[in-house]
């Protein structure tokens, strides 16, 4: 199984890749933040970025540092070829889904000013608000060792344009990726 794990800081563009993959490459797609949003729900009844944050850090602390990754896995549809995982955050976790399949790890980059605006725009619940809980998360993440993932990628793809101009990046990216498999 082909696992391709998509890293970036929040409001990069993840979700695109997400979903050019699945609309367009007929690829399974699995987000890491999903498991952590639903214990969110369930420890604390909502989502904000503060609820966010401290229930990761509070699975990660209790479970191990591939908490995530390990959650995530299980609802891998095991008998596909290739999946998308987004929102990777660690090493570790990076660690963890190579024991499972072969890996590539796909960075999207955005200036921390564009990112914030997405954001703003996008107003997903548990989003930061203002400048300063934007930048607390981001050193947050990069405190998880995102960076470190970040800097190990196979494909980085930069999302400063238009939607367009990433989409026609991420196909790119997705074909070169998937070569024959597709």
């Known amino acids: 199984m082909l696992l391709i ?9 993840k979700s695109l890749v997400v979903e050019v993959a699945r609309n367009e490459f007929n690829l399974p797609t699995y987000t890491m933040g999903d498991v952590v949003r639903e214990e969110a729900v369930k420890r604390y009844g909502s989502i904000t ?26 609802r891998i549809d095991k008998k596909a070829e290739a999946v998308v995982i987004d929102g990777v955050r660690s090493l570790h976790e990076v660690e963890y889904f190579s024991k499972h399949g072969d890996t590539v790890i796909v960075a999207v980059h955005a200036s921390p000013r564009t990112r914030f605006a997405r954001l703003l725009k996008r107003g997903r619940e548990g989003d930061p608000g203002s400048w300063e809980e934007f930048v607390k998360r ?25 939607v367009e101009d990433a989409k026609r990046e991420i196909r790119k990216t997705l074909e070169t990726i998937l070569g024959g498999r597709r």
């Not at 998509?6 to 990069?12: E, I, K, N, R, S």
């Not at 981001?138 to 344009?161: K, P, S, T, W």
């Open 5 to 13: 794990l998509v890293v970036g800081m929040p409001g990069a563009g």
């Open 49 to 74: 970025p503060a609820i966010l944050l401290k229930t990761s850090r509070e699975l990660r602390e209790a479970y191990g540092l591939d908490y995530v990754a390990v959650k995530t896995m299980e």
């Open 138 to 162: 981001d050193r947050i993440e990069l405190d998880f060792g995102i960076g470190e993932v970040i800097a190990l990628a196979d494909y980085i793809i930069v999302n400063e344009a238009s």
